[in-house]
């Protein structure tokens, strides 16, 4: 059983019905889905995915990414390109994570989507813990399924992994990120473009004709204003990546 299909889930899903064993992928949403990402698929990873015989149609609906172009405030750019033949793919992460689904499915995984995971089961009996199943919420009602193998793949806030006590977050310092999808923000350029701003990271991708998506990611002011009294820069104030940088604030003024 694997909580969790996204990549990870949906991967591990392949790889196991392929070798033969019996396997149910469960997640809370209905695919596909939208989820705020980088929405870029690196060398090293679309590698492994043509390993798998999958990457034909990764690389059908998404753009080359021939590297990154990373800029900063006082216009300072360092262009890294990766080496020749060699290139990752810029795609919607909605449509990369139903392709790869598609795949497991095509395997033989077995999908159930729209079932909440609240905790994982576990059997003290012999005197060690063991995870036996999962406890989920499906169609209004909290049901026990079991499993002799669960795989927590249900990312960053996982459920499974949490309940267990085997991940927690750290008090800080915690970033918080926000994305958006727009038409005319990216440089038309098979970079992904990386501006560094004093307290906001801000990245531009061009996911195909006509849609870019641009992330800006931060930290809360409590935690700012620590990392700054550390390193000399005391910053209270929040400000995005547009407020502190001029390129972006003219590209961001452009799209409206």
Not at 8 to 18: F, Q
Not at 42 to 53: D, E, F, I, Q, S
Not at 143 to 155: K, Q, R, Y
Not at 200 to 222: F, H, N, T
Request: hydrophobic content about 45%.
């Amino acid at each position: 059983m694997i909580v969790g299909g996204g990549p990870a889930g949906a991967v591990a899903g392949l790889v196991l019905a392929r070798a033969g064993a019996r396997v149910t992928i469960l997640d809370r949403a209905t695919f596909p889905r939208d989820k705020l990402c980088g929405d870029t698929v690196n060398p090293g990873t679309l590698a492994r995915l043509h390993a798998l015989g999958v990457a034909d149609d990764v690389e059908a609906r998404g753009l080359r990414v021939g590297g990154m172009l990373l800029t900063g405030e006082r216009g300072v750019a360092v262009e890294g390109r990766y080496p020749a033949g060699i290139c990752g793919r810029a795609i919607l992460r909605r449509d990369l994570d139903w392709i790869l689904l598609q795949h497991a499915v095509a395997a033989g995984c077995q999908l159930e989507m729209g079932v909440r995971v609240c905790r994982a089961v576990v059997d003290e009996a012999s005197g060690v813990p063991r995870v036996v199943g999962v406890r989920v919420s499906r169609g209004g009602r909290d049901v026990s399924l079991s499993a002799p193998v669960v795989i927590a793949a249900d990312g960053r806030h996982s459920t499974l992994a949490f309940s267990l006590g085997l991940a927690r977050h750290p008090p800080h310092p915690r970033r918080w990120a926000i994305g958006a999808y727009f038409d005319g923000f990216a440089a038309d350029r098979d970079l992904i473009g990386i501006r560094l701003a004093s307290d906001a990271d801000q990245v531009a991708i061009r996911l195909r004709s006509g849609l870019d998506q641009v992330g800006i990611r931060s930290v809360p002011d409590r935690d700012r204003v620590a990392i700054g009294s550390r390193s000399g820069r005391d910053q209270a104030s929040s400000r995005s990546a547009s407020d502190v940088d001029p390129v972006a604030r003219e590209r961001a003024a452009a799209v409206g």
